[in-house]
């Protein structure tokens, strides 16, 4: 079986199309979340904001959260999060804050964009390991 895949949404769309359980296709989008989640760590590095104070408190969603460092330290994603094999890759709730004042600008400085680059970039490699791994886990197909 050849498909021709384009882009995130086309794998999604021909996992769906084959008939497998969710472990399966987790075991396939983890392997190329886990490089996602090492190219945002880098990004985040390159941006870089690195709180000089030893803790750092952040308000967000009416909760207090400290922040210890760079927040590239706070770039998370939970593998086979989801029942039909997904996952979510971006920042803990302490990051997020802090990731988006960096991304976007305040009143006081420009934002970095780091995120807009991130996905405009080509991601071959996390299209070559969820390949690898779907052969792996279909059985060479």
Same mark, same amino acid.
């Given at each position: 079986?050849?498909?021709?895949?384009?882009?995130?949404? /086309?794998?999604?769309?021909?996992?769906?199309?084959?008939?497998?359980?969710?472990?399966?296709?987790?075991?396939?989008?983890?392997?190329?979340?886990?490089?996602?989640?090492?190219?945002?760590?880098?990004?985040?590095?390159?941006?870089?904001?690195?709180?000089?104070?030893?803790?750092?408190?952040?308000?967000?969603?009416?909760?207090?959260?400290?922040?210890?460092?760079?927040?590239?330290?706070?770039?998370?994603?939970?593998?086979?999060?989801?029942? /039909?094999?997904?996952? /979510?890759?971006?920042?803990?709730?302490?990051?997020?804050?802090?990731?988006?004042?960096?991304?976007?600008?305040?009143?006081?400085?420009?934002?970095?964009?780091?995120?807009?680059?991130?996905?405009?970039? /080509?991601?071959?490699?996390?299209?070559?390991?969820?390949?690898?791994?779907?052969?792996?886990?279909?059985?060479?197909?």
């Amino acid at each position: 079986m050849e498909e021709n895949v384009t882009g995130v949404e /086309d794998v999604l769309q021909q996992l769906s199309n084959m008939e497998m359980n969710g472990r399966k296709k987790s075991k396939i989008i983890e392997a190329g979340a886990r490089v996602v989640e090492k190219e945002l760590k880098v990004a985040a590095k390159e941006a870089g904001y690195n709180s000089k104070l030893p803790n750092m408190l952040i308000y967000s969603d009416g909760r207090k959260y400290v922040i210890k460092g760079h927040f590239s330290d706070y770039v998370t994603h939970k593998p086979h999060q989801y029942a /039909d094999g997904s996952t /979510d890759v971006g920042f803990s709730k302490q990051g997020v804050a802090v990731a988006h004042w960096v991304n976007n600008g305040t009143y006081r400085q420009n934002g970095k964009h780091f995120m807009e680059k991130l996905g405009a970039e /080509d991601h071959d490699e996390a299209f070559e390991m969820m390949a690898e791994k779907s052969k792996e886990v279909l059985g060479g197909e």
